[in-house]
């Protein structure tokens, strides 16, 4: 190990290119990664937020919140079911925000504003007063302040921001936080098509006490009116969420696919090149497993090397993108599951020059003259 | 050439991982290529592909068509606007609809009042709708006769029946199954899914610019008839919905980095070999090979195994293409295949230039002291 780490140190040039290629590897796999979180964590967090257990859409919503509908009926059936210790309504509108000084302005915030009963994560347990809200920390980005009045929708209906809370962006748009009585208000003032009944919210969220069974009792108590998940399998439910996962995970998976190739290569490269060498040392008492070590120790070096660039690079890419441009989020989560992915290409990569370097023959090598 | 061909047969397993890792490549980008046409497609396609050239949203909906809503007085300043030849009320929204069999599945109803404004551009099948309930459905989701209904959501409701009489193809919006029809059948589907809605209003004008008038000029007037509007050309509402330039931005980067990885690996590769058998071709330029002869023999590899990688990774990515996958369709793009070979190909041959570099570098004389070994 100590010869492998010498030649690194020695001849550093010969390890360059190598480096240099698994750098924008790891650059990619961390993009990539770091593109899915980033696009999970928008449109996701107001989800993510919740201290609940279990949220209860109408069974024809198919697990839309915009187009779940739960009458005062349903609500009390579910609150009814035994193993439900809270249900609280939730209702959302997407809507353009103003600055409250310029009604006339056309340089809109996107939000999406939701009436809350049960406080998620961050909220005041009370929903903030009738045209107040807590709003997501995003949208300090946009030039939200405490006490900024937003002008939401055509309509150009006030509500106030009281203070923030963080990570609760949904569908990639900072969020605002109200009451229901608020969320009725504005919804009907600005979107007469969605408007709802005064007993009507589109969402329960249901904080359980630990029965396995109540999504089900859920469901049953109300007929087949609901369709209860778990907060996780909302989350799952939430357009695009399991899709983008699975494409971008499949990319990933091929990418990594692609770096222990490149590691194969290279040290099957570098394995030829050195059979001579390995012949002499063999000669002189190192084993087939010592010397093999020795390549994996480079093959480990050089990737480490190369994903602690590529993860400087993303870390100052995520600093660098301004907000509201490529959902880019570079968590330390998923550059740790990065530079690991990469290390497993790179010792399975090594396997490729192992039975070469277990084969030198150490009298034919010194016969050859290295 | 003998030799290059020779030294690829002995070294198969080298050569084959290098093929490999440059047909996994090209695998990436077209797939990814696709993936990034399709999801556009599937996105925006019905707006891409309708028939109204300008289309005029409120600032409010920040050129999401299914966010903005159109009050009267926009409305009225809209169709009040010198220029405009014909005016569409148009709404769209993505309701929950039941099959026959009784399964829910989405479904994406654009609605217009006027026939022939801001409906798919070309059949690829079937009619256009001539009554109330009949729809042109995206031809990737659904056949010809097929019947969804949007289901009450309550007992003062009515369920609202569509039947698919034609078909068109890349209509879809929002990744969804969608369904073009007239306004009235779109309002009731909108008061099927809630009885509490107190006015259905359209989300956006399509607009057709009066004879002689030119689209650009119009949407101008358009945008200055009322600070409330925002009137785009069709590729402009497209092109700038939201999310859309976020997608192209990511797979520019990502493009960008698998294109850099692709001559990086040949040229480490064809690098790496030349100093392998430096030894090899000093001894063949000390018998007379030229300098040249050899750089063409590497350039010869070179052109051969990109080529390969190119063709198992355009074959991988045709494959990809003939799945079916639901949401989505990939298309297989001659024009990118062409495109991204070129590119990688000169681009391989561009990084191996350093490797030629040094063949043609090597000095015959070295053979007799011994030099060239590497």
């Known amino acids: 190990m100590r010869l492998a780490l010498r030649e690194l140190r020695r001849r550093p040039g010969r390890f360059a290119v190598a480096t240099v290629i698994l750098t924008l590897i790891a650059l990619l796999l961390m993009f990539l990664g770091g593109l899915l979180d980033g696009l999970l964590a928008s449109s996701t967090g107001a989800y993510r937020a919740q201290e609940a257990d279990l949220v209860v859409y109408s069974s024809e919503a198919r697990d839309s919140l915009v187009r779940s509908r739960i009458d005062g009926d349903v609500r009390a059936d579910v609150e009814g079911v035994e193993g439900v210790a809270a249900v609280g309504g939730l209702g959302s509108v997407q809507l353009g925000g103003r600055p409250g000084g310029d009604p006339g302005s056309k340089d809109l915030v996107a939000t999406v504003l939701f009436g809350y009963e049960l406080a998620p994560r961050g909220l005041p347990d009370v929903a903030p007063p009738q045209g107040t809200v807590v709003a997501d920390a995003a949208l300090q980005a946009e030039g939200v302040d405490a006490g900024t ?16 809370v963080d990570d609760t962006r949904y569908s990639g748009q900072g969020s605002l936080w109200g009451s229901l009585g608020t969320w009725r208000a504005v919804t009907r003032a600005n979107r007469p098509g969605e408007a709802v009944g005064d007993d009507v ?57 692609v770096a222990l ?110 | 050439m003998f030799l290059a061909v020779r030294e690829m047969r002995r070294a198969v397993v080298r050569f084959g991982l290098l093929v490999l890792a440059i047909a996994l490549l090209v695998f990436l980008i077209l797939a990814q290529q696709a993936l990034q046409e399709g999801l556009l497609t599937a996105f925006v396609g019905g707006i891409r592909n309708q028939s109204a050239p300008v289309l005029v949203y409120s600032v409010d909906g920040q050129r999401a068509l299914q966010g903005s809503i159109i009050p009267p007085p926009l409305e009225e300043a809209v169709r009040r606007t010198d220029g405009v030849g014909e005016a569409a009320r148009l709404g769209q929204s993505t309701f ?28 690829s099948s079937g009619a256009r709708p001539e009554v109330a309930g009949e ?20 007992p003062s409701a009515e369920p609202v029946t569509l039947t698919v009489v034609g078909l068109a193809a890349d209509v879809q919006l929002n990744v969804t199954p969608t369904l073009f029809t007239d306004l009235a059948t779109y309002e009731a589907a909108v008061r099927a899914s809630n009885p509490d809605a107190t006015e259905v209003l359209p989300n956006a004008i399509a607009v057709r610019p009066a004879p002689g008038v030119e689209v650009d000029e119009l949407t101008e007037r358009l945008s200055a008839a009322s600070p409330e509007a925002d009137a785009l050309t069709r590729s402009e509402a497209a092109d700038e919905s939201p999310g859309v330039a976020q997608v192209r931005q990511s797979f520019q980067v990502i493009f960008l980095l698998y294109g850099l990885v692709v001559p990086l690996v040949t040229g480490l590769f064809f690098l790496i070999v030349t100093l392998q058998k430096s030894g090899a071709l000093t001894l063949l330029r000390a018998m007379g090979a030229r300098g040249s002869v050899l750089a063409r023999s590497l350039l010869f590899q070179v052109v051969v195994i990109v080529g390969l990688g190119l063709v198992v990774g355009v074959a991988l990515y045709a494959s990809l293409t003939r799945v079916d996958l639901g949401f989505l369709t990939l298309r297989f793009d001659p024009t990118a295949v062409l495109v991204w070979s070129v590119l990688l190909m000169a681009l391989g041959l561009g990084s191996a230039l350093v490797a030629v570099r040094r063949v043609l570098r090597i000095d015959p004389v070295e053979a007799t002291t011994g030099g060239g070994g590497g």
């Open chain 1, 261 to 370: 190739v490149v590691v194969a290569l290279f040290f099957a490269l570098i394995t030829v090149e050195r059979t001579a060498l390995y012949g002499i040392l063999k000669a002189i008492g190192a084993s087939g497993p010592t010397l093999f070590v020795g390549v994996v120790t480079q093959a480990v070096v050089v990737t480490l090397l190369a994903s602690a660039v590529g993860a400087g690079a993303a870390v100052s890419l995520d600093a660098a993108i301004p907000p509201g441009a490529i959902p880019f989020e570079a968590t330390t989560g998923r550059l740790t599951s990065s530079v690991i992915l990469l290390l497993v290409a790179a010792v399975a990569g090594c396997a490729f020059s192992l039975r070469r370097v277990l084969r030198v023959d150490p009298a034919s090598a010194i016969g050859t003259g290295g």
């Open chain 1, 149 to 164: 009045t937003l002008l939401l929708g055509p309509a150009r209906t006030p509500v106030r921001v009281t203070g923030f």
């Open chain 1, 201 to 257: 919210v589109q969402a329960l969220v249901v904080r359980t006490e630990g029965a396995a069974g109540v999504p089900a009792a859920i469901d049953a108590a109300t007929e087949g009116a609901t369709d209860s998940l778990t907060v996780a399998g909302a989350i799952e439910a939430l357009p695009g969420v399991s899709e983008q996962r699975a494409t971008f995970n499949q990319i990933i998976g091929v990418t990594v696919v």
């Open chain 2, 96 to 123: 929950t609809v039941r099959e026959p069999d009784g399964s829910l599945s989405d479904a994406a109803i654009v609605g217009a009042d006027v026939a022939g404004l801001a409906t798919p551009t070309a059949l």
């Open chain 2, 135 to 154: 729809a042109v459905g995206s031809d990737a989701d659904f056949d010809l006769r097929d019947e969804v209904t949007v289901p009450a959501a309550g």
